[in-house]
């Protein structure tokens, strides 16, 4: 029984270091070329050789997005840019159009090609197609079941690595295939940049009846959000992943916060960890459950694992469920005081809660605040602004200071 890959996202270097920090085996970035997400600060070459020496440095590995369908003019510049990532050391590229893969082939043979879910792979025929091309891992099409993915494992050579969406948003299209953003707003899907029109809330009007809007519910108190993909979250079923033959846990989220990079994936790794100390009688930690509700999230569910009837949406609404604030993050801490800088406004007398990258949880009321200058304050009000506070624990650089709201 192999220990599966946990593999977080890296919108950029501070959420690449923090991923790595919380328990990462692997991370997944783009370019500022090529790339599936416009939002997050995509990585020059430069950056990119610095999150691969990085991670070398680390015995972790970097995974580089090229899973966009690019156009004729891109292709001409592609094979220039595939050799440069060949040379810096990248550990893999996750592609999803047949002429990427073989110029990566072509021009950086030694790094391995992941065939992104953007594929579209709910099938052992595909996913032995793709291998056959020279594909070393398959990332499943989140509309994968348990049993599409058993099957899959069970008629593929062994060495054919199997990546699967773990946690976090779910696209209502087939695997991101949409149009909708692009139709409706000009904003292109899967050039990263869509709009999620999905997450409106919609009303059905008749042409000839002009003005006259209806809400599209099945019950007075519905809502109508009928497009609203609920969030996945799988972290309690850690031993029906692993009995699947998955070999990589993917966490979703390159354009969501270092915070939630952080605290995401110390949930897994803990789920992960506990689950290989003691497999016969795991039951996931509840620390872990209870981690992952202090990022924002949407409502939670096992997406289509246990089949399609149970991919719930939520129709009443598409806001986040948000319990917990980040304060700041720890730089240092010395002689039981730590070193922080401001990433939210605290009170004197506030009662905080750090994360540490162990995964430890510690808390309490600071007994006092003093800002860069040494001066006692009642408040951290300013944008990144150094104070300090007095503790009892040994708290490591890199912890994230956080309270409930």
């Avoid at 054919?160 to 139709?183: D, N, P, Q, T, W």
């Avoid at 002009?210 to 959000?225: F, K, L, V």
């Avoid at 789920?271 to 930690?285: L, M, Q």
């Amino acid at each position: 029984m192999n220990k599966p890959e946990l593999l977080s996202p890296a919108g950029d270097m501070e959420k690449l270091k923090y991923a790595f920090a919380y328990g990462a085996d692997a991370v997944y970035l783009g370019a500022e070329e090529y790339g599936m997400r416009a939002a997050p600060k995509n990585f020059t070459i430069e950056q990119l050789k610095e999150a691969v020496d990085f991670a070398n440095s680390l015995g972790k590995k970097v995974y580089l997005t090229l899973n966009t369908v690019p156009t004729n003019d891109e292709v001409d510049k592609m094979p220039e840019f595939i050799k440069k990532i060949g040379e810096i050391g990248v550990h893999a590229v996750i592609v999803a159009d047949m002429g990427v893969m073989q110029m990566v082939k072509e021009n950086a043979p030694n790094v391995d090609i992941h065939m992104s879910t953007q594929t579209g792979i709910m099938n052992y025929r595909s996913a032995n197609a793709l291998y056959a091309l020279g594909a070393r891992r398959v990332v499943l099409a989140r509309e994968c079941s348990f049993e599409d993915i058993i099957k899959i494992r069970k008629n593929t050579p062994k060495d054919l690595e199997i990546e699967c969406f773990v946690h976090g948003a779910m696209c209502m299209s087939f695997s991101g295939r949409c149009l909708l953003s692009h139709y409706l707003t000009g904003r292109d899907a899967n050039r990263g940049e869509c709009a999620q029109p999905c997450r409106w809330e919609y009303q059905l009007v008749e042409k000839s009846r002009p003005g006259m809007a209806y809400d599209i519910n099945e019950s007075p108190t519905g809502g109508t959000y009928i497009m609203n993909a609920n969030d996945l979250c799988m972290a309690q079923y850690i031993d029906m992943l692993v009995d699947a033959g998955i070999t990589s846990l993917k966490i979703e989220g390159r354009a969501k916060s270092f915070y939630y990079v952080a605290s995401v994936t110390s949930a897994y790794r803990k789920a992960i960890d506990s689950y290989f100390a003691n497999p016969v009688d795991w039951i996931c930690p509840n620390e872990v459950t209870e981690e992952l509700c202090k990022t924002s999230h949407r409502r939670y569910s096992t997406g289509f694992y246990f089949g399609p009837e149970h991919a719930i949406q939520s129709t009443d609404t598409s806001q986040y469920v948000r319990e917990y604030e980040l304060l700041g993050v720890v730089d240092e801490c010395k002689d039981n005081i730590l070193y922080c800088e401001q990433r939210g406004k605290f009170n004197l007398g506030d009662e905080i809660e750090i994360l540490s990258p162990k995964g430890e949880n510690i808390v309490f009321k600071p007994e006092w605040i003093k800002n860069a200058d040494g001066e006692f304050v009642q408040s951290t009000p300013h944008s990144k602004m150094r104070y300090t506070i007095p503790c009892e624990h040994n708290i490591e650089p890199m912890s994230v200071i956080r309270k409930k709201l």
